[in-house]
């Protein structure tokens, strides 16, 4: 029984004063910080001392695990954003094409009523200027995967080289045919 009761308790980080602190404590001073709070704050809030918390930080590599989620939550809101833009010019592409269609229609089959033929013709005209000037800001998707290729020749490091090329993908994403990239 006395071995089961050990093994329920969490372990403890001890001080160089001799005051152990559970991981649990740890674990929300850990947090505290990651999510921006100050040191000081979290000190006084949670009654530990300054320089306790600053040894945690530096041993436990509190700062790399900030950087590393605050570059993750750029990164997502990066994707969502492009994301967004995406699914906005695709839609006004669906729509572009949809009034041209329908004008198209109009003109063609006697039976689809517009005002004049007139007013279908302008349609058109301002569908095709729409798809046009939504299909002129595209890039060749070979152009992106040149500019991937000089970062692989070029970039010594390999996690670098990773990271470009990712950030490479979303902005291929934005400025190609809005066909999301599969991985």
Do not use: C, H
């Not at 152990?20 to 000081?40: D, H, M, R, V």
């Not at 700062?63 to 492009?82: A, G, H, S």
């Amino acid at each position: 029984m006395m071995m089961e009761q050990l093994q329920l308790t969490q372990p403890e980080e001890v001080t160089r004063k001799g005051k152990a602190y559970t991981q649990e404590t740890i674990q929300l001073a850990k947090e505290n910080y990651i999510s921006g709070k100050p040191i000081t704050e979290i000190s006084k809030e949670k009654g530990i001392p300054e320089i306790t918390l600053y040894a945690w930080k530096k041993k436990f590599n509190w700062d790399d695990e900030k950087k590393f989620l605050q570059r993750t939550t750029n990164q997502v809101m990066w994707e969502q954003r492009i994301n967004s833009i995406i699914d906005a010019r695709n839609k006004n592409l669906k729509n572009y094409v949809r009034v041209k269609e329908s004008a198209l229609d109009a003109i063609e089959d006697p039976d689809i009523e517009w005002k004049d033929k007139g007013q279908a013709a302008s349609a058109i005209d301002m569908a095709i200027k729409g798809e046009k000037a939504l299909t002129a800001e595209l890039i060749p998707l070979q152009f992106i995967e040149d500019i991937a290729q000089i970062i692989v020749d070029t970039v010594n490091d390999p996690i670098t080289a990773k990271k470009l090329i990712e950030q490479l993908i979303l902005l291929g994403k934005l400025w190609t045919t809005g066909e999301k990239f599969t991985e």
